[in-house]
T-cell receptor, first 112, second 114 residues
Framework: DAGITQSPRHKVTETGTPVTLRCHQTENHRYMYWYRQDPGHGLRLIHYSYGVKDTDKGEVSDGYSVSRSKTEDFLLTLESATSSQTSVYFC???????????FGPGTRLLVL | DAKTTQPTSMDCAEGRAANLPCNHSTISGNEYVYWYRQIHSQGPQYIIH???NNETNEMASLIITEDRKSSTLILPHATLRDTAVYYC???????????????FGRGTSLIVHP
């Protein structure tokens, strides 16, 4: 399995609080992605990165920001969490042109 | 970009072959067919991909028709642990910053029963 870890794996927080999720890889892959998965919507891309300090928005980026200061870490921040951001968050990595993605175990976030 | 059509659900007996179909009639000549699966509560897992030749690895076989308009993922001896949602992807999505972003549709829910 690709070396991807996500932390925390589970988190409960309150509306309005900031939350940061971490994705860490040991594969030295160029591309990293954050997705969210909700019932009825499948996997939706939030943000992705194509290199250190190079990031771009996905289809559901509102309310989220990301940072990648080194190859191995990609952080997803919810500046002020809302109940609509309750979801399962997956990180993925890819090499080459990103054709083949490898996913982390996911983080379950509950915003009360 | 090519879109895919998969059955919503299928079932298979343990030990038998599971054949999961995918239609991609608008596929273009340089687009690959990718298969992923997602076991409940886990992240999606890459299975296999191909362009026009049949492919086989330790997990599965991929059969692509000669006209490339459809493909079949074959799990030769399905086990209970193969119960999952299987996604067929034809490099749909957008390419930005040099990365292809796959779009995961609804996939096929495969249930393997004893």
């Amino acid at each position: 399995d690709a070396g991807i870890t996500q932390s925390p794996r589970h988190k409960v927080t309150e509306t309005g609080t900031p939350v940061t999720l971490r994705c860490h890889q040991t594969e030295n892959h160029r591309y990293m992605y954050w997705y969210r998965q909700d019932p009825g919507h499948g996997l939706r891309l939030i943000h992705y990165s194509y290199g250190v300090k190079d990031t771009d928005k996905g289809e559901v980026s509102d309310g989220y920001s990301v940072s990648r200061s080194k190859t191995e870490d990609f952080l997803l921040t919810l500046e002020s969490a809302t109940s609509s951001q309750t979801s399962v968050y997956f990180c993925a990595i890819a090499s080459g042109y990103g054709e083949t993605q490898y996913f982390g175990p996911g983080t379950r976030l509950l915003v009360l | 970009d090519a879109k895919t059509t998969q059955p919503t659900s299928m079932d298979c007996a343990e030990g038998r072959a599971a054949n999961l179909p995918c239609n991609h009639s608008t596929i273009s000549g340089n687009e690959y067919v990718y298969w992923y699966r997602q076991i409940h509560s886990q992240g999606p897992q890459y299975i296999i991909h191909g362009l026009k030749n049949n492919e086989t690895n330790e997990m599965a076989s991929l059969i692509i028709t000669e006209d490339r308009k459809s493909s079949t993922l074959i799990l030769p001896h399905a086990t209970l642990r193969d119960t999952a949602v299987y996604y067929c992807i034809v490099r749909v999505g957008f390419k930005a910053g040099g990365s292809y972003i796959p779009t995961f549709g609804r996939g096929t829910s495969l249930i393997v029963h004893p």
